[in-house]
T-cell receptor, first 114, second 114 residues
Framework: NAGVTQTPKFQVLKTGQSMTLQCAQD?????MSWYRQDPGMGLRLIHY???????DQGEVPNGYNVSRSTTEDFPLRLLSAAPSQTSVYFC?????????????FGSGTQLSVL | AQSVAQPEDQVNVAEGNPLTVKCTYS??????LFWYVQYPNRGLQFLLKYITGDNLVKGSYGFEAEFNKSQTSFHLKKPSALVSDSALYFC????????????WGAGTKLIIKP
């Protein structure tokens, strides 16, 4: 019972590099989202999706892109990494109807941008 | 604007004593309130939620939370703390008219001492 799987767990980038954080869920959840977690702050929503082919911006979308070609996968792309993007990134999913705030989280990706 | 405050960065409790982790909120309209727990190096896990109804909500691992509309609070409680309850606790809120965007508190580190 895998749940939400994120890869990689750790990543170090140089300023200006691009990369993709992977997220996959096997619970057939319609809703998927990406958050960043910074010290002393609550989680901040980057992007979310309510189903395949549908994405929308959250609170802090700048510098990030997403796509949702399948129900299972929701990758997050950093276009040109900046030190301000150093953070822990979490992917989360839930049912779009009903208990939609019962989010299931991945174990996180710790990203450092030098 | 919606907001959530967790006034204590850290709470220390002796094992076996009752614990309270505080949360206050500000939303327009009726609040939907949530508690999540994060164990070290793990993603967040859902504990409980308040949507409507009884002001005392019971959740996972013996936790409960009390909704107080007049004080705009949603404090997390447990009658008898366990060392294994040591973790980071997050309160979150949204109003009934918003979409999927939860507003998160900064988190409270709970330390249970044997």
């Amino acid at each position: 019972n895998a749940g939400v799987t994120q890869t990689p767990k750790f990543q170090v980038l140089k300023t200006g590099q691009s990369m993709t954080l992977q997220c996959a869920q096997d619970m057939n959840h319609e809703y998927m989202s990406w958050y960043r977690q910074d010290p002393g702050m609550g989680l901040r929503l980057i992007h979310y999706s309510v189903g395949a082919g549908i994405t929308d911006q959250g609170e802090v979308p700048n510098g990030y892109n997403v796509s949702r070609s399948t129900t299972e996968d929701f990758p997050l792309r950093l276009l040109s990494a900046a030190p301000s993007q150093t953070s822990v990134y979490f992917c989360a999913s839930s049912l779009a109807r009903g208990d939609r705030e019962k989010l299931f989280f991945g174990s996180g990706t710790q990203l450092s941008v030098l | 604007a919606q907001s959530v405050a967790q006034p204590e960065d850290q709470v220390n409790v002796a094992e076996g004593n009752p614990l309270t982790v505080k949360c206050t909120y500000s939303v327009s309209g009726n609040p939907y309130l949530f508690w999540y727990v994060q164990y070290p190096n793990r993603g967040l896990q859902f504990l409980l939620k308040y949507i409507t109804g009884d002001n005392l909500v019971k959740g996972s691992y013996g936790f409960e939370a009390e909704f107080n509309k007049s004080q705009t609070s949603f404090h997390l409680k447990k009658p008898s703390a366990l060392v294994s309850d040591s973790a980071l606790y997050f309160c979150a809120v949204r109003n009934e008219d918003s979409n999927y965007q939860l507003i998160w508190g900064a988190g409270t580190k709970l330390i249970i001492k044997p």
